[in-house]
Structure formats: C-alpha cells, structure tokens
C-alpha cells in the first residue's frame, strides 16, 4: 500500500464575511489532522476564521473544454453586477 | 519570604517553562517528519516565546531592577532557573518531543484556566491571552499522542518508550512548596496539586485511546521549579541560547 | 535563482508551422497571457520542465530552512528569535505551497523529496553555504531573500496557473524576510566595532554566492530562449542581476559598509552599477557536490526524512484504523 498522506484542498473563510475561497493544498492523515495541519499552515497572519478540507481525489472538475458553454454564458448576462445600473446619486446608497 | 519574593518565584517559573520549551521544540525547525509538522511545531514554539516575553516581562517588573524580560532570559545561570525539569530533558525522537508537550500542555492549560481568575489582573491577562494558544497545542498534541500510540506496532512501541522515560518528570508540576502557598494566600496562583485530579482524569482518558499504560510509579524528579537541582542539559541549551549575549555585553542587537 | 540552469525539456524552439493544433492553441493562449491550468492540455516538455523548476524551487526553500535554522537557538534576543523563527517557518510553507504546485502536474511530493536525497534534483547553490556569525542572518534575509524576491516577482507572471498563485503567495510573505533581515544588520552595522565586523564579514561573504543565485551569464545558458517563449521564465538572468546590483548598492552604502567588490561603479552611460562577474567555477562546483555544506545540508534533509518515516507511518494507520471502524460501524 502506497504509504503518502493523502493531499488535500484547503477552503477558508475570512473575517470579512466572504465565502471559503481555496487557499492552497496540503498533506494529512485524515480530515480533522487536515484542518489542524490547515490552521497551521494556511492562517498563519490571520487569514482566517473558518476552514473546510476536501480530500483532492474527491474534487470533480469540470473539464477544460467545458470551458466555453458553463462560463461564457454568464459573461453576456452583465446586467447581473451592480455597476451595470447608473443609479441617481439622489437615491442614495444601494 | 516575601509577597513579592514569592511572587517573582512564580512568575520566573512560569516564564522559564515557556522559555525553555519554546527553545526545545524551535529545535525541530526545518527538521521534522513532514513539512505540515513542522510548521505546526514552529507555531507552538512561537506561542510559547511570545508567552515568554510577557511572563518575563512582568517579573522584572516585579523585581524592579529594571531588568528587561530578555534580561532575564539571556544573563541568568542554570541556577537562577524555575522551569520544570520535564521542559529542558532534550527533545528525543519527534514521538518524545509530542509526550513531552502533550504532558505539559495538558498541566499548562489547567493553570492557565485557574490564573484567568488571578487576583493580580496582569496575570490574569496574559492567562487570558495565552490559554488560547495553549487550547490548541494541548488539542494538537493529544491527537498525536493518540494517532502514534495507536498507530503502527513501532510508533505504539516509542510513544510508550516515551512515556516511561518522561514520567518521572510529571510529578514536579504538581508539588507545592513555600512560594505556591504564598500565591495561594494572594488569591494570585492556585495551589499545584489541586490540578492532579483534573490532569489525571485527561491523561487516564487520552493514554487509554492512545492504547498506552500510564506507567504506575510515583517516583517524581524534583528541583527544577526552586533551582535546586537541574538536569545536566540545561546547561548545554543557556551554553547556546545565550552566547551571543554573554560574549557580547552590551551590545544591542 | 532558487531554480537554477533549469534544463528546458525540448530541443530548442518550434516555429508556428512545425507545431500541431494543440501546441497552437496552447502557445497562442500563453502569448495571450491566459493561464495553463492543471487539466488543460500542455506539451510533454512543458510538464516536465515545470516540474523541474517547481521542484527545484520547493527544494530549495526547504533547504533552506537549514542555513538560518542553524542559528534560532542562538539568536540574541526573544524577539530576534521569533522573528528568525517565524520566518524560517515561512520558507518551510514556501516549500510546501511549491510542492502542492508540482503536484498538480502529476508528480507526488514524497516523489520529489525521494528525487533531491537521491541527488536527481537539484536546490539552490545559495544553500551550500554556510552561516557564520548572527550578521549571516540579517545578510541572508537581506540579499538572498532579496534576489529571490526579484526572481519571483517576475514569476507572479508565469504561464503556469498554479505556479503563479503560489508565487503570489510567496511574494506576500517575502517581503517581510528582507526586511527582517536588513533591520537585523542594520543594528549591527551601527552597534558595536564587533558588529560592524560581523556585518562587513557577512556581506563580503554572502555577495558573491547571492549573485549566482541568477544563475550563468545568459550568452552561456541554453535552455532560456524555450523557457521564455513558454513563460516559465520571465527575465533574463542577467537582466535580473543587475536589477539587484542596482538595488542592493546603496542599501550597503546606507550601512556604511565597504562594497563586497572594488569594481563596483555607477556607469552613468548605462544607468546601471557595474560589478565583477562571480567566479563561475565555484558556482559549479558547488552546483556538483562541493560546496562547502552540500553533503550535511542534503544529509541533514535526509536524516528528517528518515527518522520521519515512523512517525508518518504511524499517524497514517491510526487514521486507517478509525475510518475502518467508522466503515465497519455503518
Ligand atoms: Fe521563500
Ligand atoms: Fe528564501
Ligand atoms: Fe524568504
């Protein structure tokens, strides 16, 4: 039996209320020694209030030639970010 | 012996615990089992000077000689030294090194809890600050004691190796003396040996998933934590960790 | 740099009509500065010299750990302390985000680390010298940590996705390492007559091996041109190395130190300081085993990994044992 840690990808959440974003990968054990080894590791200045670990092997990824239909559609939907909207400066904060 | 004898007593054996453990396991840098391990250890190592700093900072305040808390650190002898034998024995393989913390983390943390409700509030904030840090470690090292303990037949084999070789020195963690009873007086620190129920009671548990035997002597080495007797490597770890100083005098750096 | 004379695994560089489809669309994304991430498809090559560059790279920070660890236990002050410590940490994390990066490209750390003790790969020549008196540690911070700043600010840039992000990182960690390491010589070079003494001693000790951290005069290194076109390689050693001759200069001067090099000049022509060349011979011969610290840096790497194995061995059974008895409960 192949005798390495298992790797994983490491998501932390911030302080500023954002979602887990990946930070990086590392080698544990298991799932809670990931999430010590993560503290250690990926939160050294801070960075982070809230992590999640997930064994690598079990990330599915879409496939690079998927590239163009999942992402291209939300390219033409600009009206889904904020600044498409000129808003009034009389309405105030929005 | 005075309020503030005792209490400088104290607080040097506080200090010169963190002081001298976080010299021990800042030996492990860049040389662990496993880059994640040694970055945690380093971790560990830097909580315990930053306790340092604070705990030897406010005995030189308390002496009053103006003395600085790396004062303290660097221009003392192994005789002025108040740390607990189980802190300056030398780190051993990576497994002896996790008893060792796990042993004292689990004490350290129990005093920290009780010295948050010091009567002196400047104890009671660095408790207050440092019983956090040493949540972690104390969770950090049980889980290792516990995945080595019950890991493959050689781990099994050198964490109990570990724990019979380290035993001996618990004891001293727990014995009062002149000072403790001072402290106790002040409502500053609690009494040592009114932490052994609770540190049994963890040690029982976390030694029975670690699947090794508690070894059944009550033998404990004392002298340590009043400077009386200290382990020959003591020596040899102030022969490094002060050099500089000592060659240099003076010199700021 | 902390990957040196990086051997590029093809035999010099295709034109746009001997490349297939694939390698069309790869190097037209890499002209494009589009990212190439681990899935996509890439050429053969490309991998391969990634992974000895990334590898190299990821050596080298943990390498380098062993030089400045050399002195925590001696550091003169707890603060001095925790700073050298936190910092030799980071490059342990460097390492490791390194090796994450090469993983992606199909390649296993345990891999990497079994191809550095056997000798297959390579680290850093800087690592094969040794530290001598505390001054090392601010002039290592200071000028090694500098170089590879510059190295590596360039590599934010690179063609490889993950490569990159890990070079970003880094690069927000390091900057914290020069600065450590210049405000520790700082105070020794306006301390005590010993101190300048170790300060000065320092410096001309380190400069030279700092420079050939760059690696070779480019007229002499094959393997650039491939590795430029792919964007795995940024700038030109040269280019580089006269950007830290420029930079470092007057930080000496501030010092009041004397220059590590009599040849040493501000060319007003050119803009730039002149300086001597290394001697290049010693870079080789350090980069083939005779440095003065080759043999106890590697043995001391792989003393870690042997005493290790217990103890990796152990926790990965543990972990085996309990999600065993997790399955057998279900
Ligand atoms: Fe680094
Ligand atoms: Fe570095
Ligand atoms: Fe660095």
């Known amino acids: 039996m192949k005798n390495e840690w298992p790797l994983w990808e490491i998501f932390i959440r911030g302080q500023h209320g954002m979602s887990h974003r990946h930070v990086g990968s590392l080698h544990a054990p298991d799932a809670a020694m990931a999430i010590k080894n993560a503290r250690d590791v990926y939160t050294r200045r801070n960075e982070g ?10 990330v599915a990824a879409s496939s690079p030639s998927d590239k163009g239909p999942l992402y291209e559609p939300s390219e033409s939907k600009v009206y889904r970010h904020p600044t498409f909207f000129d808003i009034p400066e009389e309405v105030g904060a929005m | 012996m005075t309020r503030d004898d005792a209490f400088l007593q104290f607080l040097l054996r506080m200090g010169d615990n963190t002081l001298v453990l976080g010299h021990r396991v ?13 970055i945690a250890l380093a971790n560990t190592a830097l909580d315990l000077i930053g306790q340092t700093q604070m705990w030897l900072a406010l005995a030189g305040e308390v002496q009053g000689d103006g003395k600085s808390a790396d004062d303290l650190a660097f221009l003392r002898d192994a005789w002025d030294f108040r740390n607990a034998l189980l802190v300056e024995v030398p780190n051993g393989d990576f497994g002896r090194t996790l008893m060792r ?65 380290l035993w001996p020195y618990v004891g001293e963690l727990f014995a009062g003396d002149a ?31 670690a699947t090794l035997s508690i070894p059944k002597s009550g033998f404990a080495h004392k002298g340590g934590r009043d400077g009386r007797m200290h382990t020959e490597h003591l020596g040899h770890l102030l022969t490094s960790m002060q050099w500089l100083q000592r060659a240099y005098p003076g010199a700021r750096w | 740099m902390y990957a040196q004379m990086i051997k590029t695994a093809s035999d010099g560089i295709k034109s746009r009509d001997e490349m297939s489809d694939e390698e069309r669309t790869f190097q037209d ?50 603060e001095r302390k925790a700073i050298l410590l936190a910092k030799v940490q980071d490059e342990a994390g460097h390492g490791l985000y390194l090796y994450s990066a090469a993983e992606t490209l199909g390649v296993s750390r345990d891999e990497l680390v079994e191809m550095l003790l056997s000798g297959k790969m390579k680290y850093s020549s800087i690592f094969n010298y040794p530290t001598l008196n505390w001054a090392d540690i ?53 301390g005590t007559p010993e101190q300048k003494k170790m300060a000065q001693d320092a410096v001309n000790r380190l400069w030279f091996p700092a420079l050939m951290m760059f690696g070779p005069s480019d007229k002499d290194s094959v393997h650039s041109e491939q590795s430029m076109a792919w964007k795995i390689k940024i700038k030109t050693n040269d280019e580089l190395r006269q950007q830290f001759v420029d930079q470092t200069v007057p930080q000496i001067l501030y010092l009041g130190l004397d220059l590590p ?26 980069i083939k085993g005779n440095g003065p ?15 290790g194995q217990w103890v990796r061995d152990g926790l990965l059974a543990h972990s085996r044992k309990k999600a065993a008895a997790r399955m057998a409960a279900e």
């Open chain 3, 261 to 286: 090099d009599p040849n040493i000049q501000w060319n007003e022509e050119r803009g730039h300081y002149d300086f001597s060349d290394p001697d290049w011979s010693e870079f080789f011969n350090v």
């Open chain 2, 101 to 165: 913390q796990f042993l004292f983390d689990s004490w350290h943390k129990l005093m920290l809890e009780r010295l948050k409700g010091s009567s002196d509030e400047r104890v009671a904030a660095i408790a207050e600050k440092a019983v956090k840090e040493v949540t972690y470690h104390v969770e950090r090292s049980r889980d290792t004691v516990i995945g080595l303990g019950d890991g493959t037949e050689e781990s099994h084999a050198r964490m109990q190796e570990a724990l019979d070789y």
């Open chain 3, 293 to 307: 610290c080759n043999t106890d840096r590697l043995a001391a790497r792989g003393k870690a990994w042997d005493d």
């Open chain 3, 29 to 78: 994304k890499i002209d494009a500065d589009i990212k190439i991430e681990p899935k996509d498809w890439m050429p053969e090559d490309y991998r391969r010299t990634l992974i000895r560059q990334i590898g190299q790279h990821a050596h080298s920070e943990v390498v380098g750990q062993l030089p400045e660890g050399n002195w925590i236990t001696r550091a003169p002050t707890l």
């Open chain 2, 179 to 209: 000072v403790d009873a001072e402290m106790v007086a002040a409502d500053i620190a609690p009494d040592p040996a009114s932490l052994r129920a609770d540190y049994d009671a963890i040690l029982a548990e976390v030694m029975a998933e």
């Open chain 1, 49 to 58: 209030v809230s992590i999640w670990v997930v064994e690598a092997q079990h």
């Open chain 3, 138 to 190: 601010g002039a290592v911070g200071w000028l090694v940590d500098g170089a590879a700043i510059i190295n590596q600010v360039a590599l934010q840039r690179t063609s490889y996705g993950p490569y990159s992000r890990a070079m970003i990182r880094i690069c927000k960690e390091e900057s914290f390492h020069a600065r450590q390491g210049y405000h520790a010589i700082m105070a020794m070079a306006f």
């Open chain 2, 26 to 38: 800042s030996e492990w840098c860049g040389h662990a089992p496993v880059l994640e391990e040694d």
